[in-house]
């Protein structure tokens, strides 16, 4: 399986991205996809996931109501709208797919490069 994710950037706080996943290697419409970042010195933590169907979707706390995950599961894409962007949200932003049997939301076995999110104050 390889997860190939972009779109991050530098934005201004109270802006938005879209960061992109295109996956391959296998069916991608079987599986949830999930995405973490990491910031500086902290561990990887979890953000959304999206079920294989692209009706159950799971957030952080830190994110709700401003981040929708959402997926196109004929381009085999996840994508993570951010919206009201905070400086706190900046880190690496790492796409993710579970192996069979692996639990929803979070137990993930398979790891894109991550995409860099700065959001200036």
């Known amino acids: 399986v390889q997860l190939q994710a972009s779109g991050g950037g530098l934005v201004q706080a109270g802006g938005s991205l879209r960061l992109s996943c295109a996956a391959s290697?296998?069916?991608?419409?079987?599986?949830?996809m999930g995405w973490f970042r990491q910031a500086p010195g902290n561990e990887r933590e979890f953000v959304a996931a999206?079920?294989?169907?692209?009706?159950?979707?799971r957030y952080a706390d830190s994110v709700k109501g401003r981040f929708t995950i959402s997926r196109d599961n004929a381009k085999n894409t996840v994508y993570l709208h951010m919206n009201s962007l905070k400086p706190e949200d900046t880190a690496v932003y790492y796409c993710?797919?579970?192996?069979?049997?692996?639990?929803?939301?979070?137990?993930?076995?398979?790891w894109g490069q991550g995409t860099q999110v700065i959001v200036s104050s």
């Open positions: 993710a797919a579970p192996q069979s049997g692996s639990s929803w939301p979070y137990e993930y076995d398979y």
């Open positions: 290697g296998r069916t991608f419409s079987r599986y949830h």
């Open positions: 999206i079920m294989w169907s692209g009706t159950i979707t």
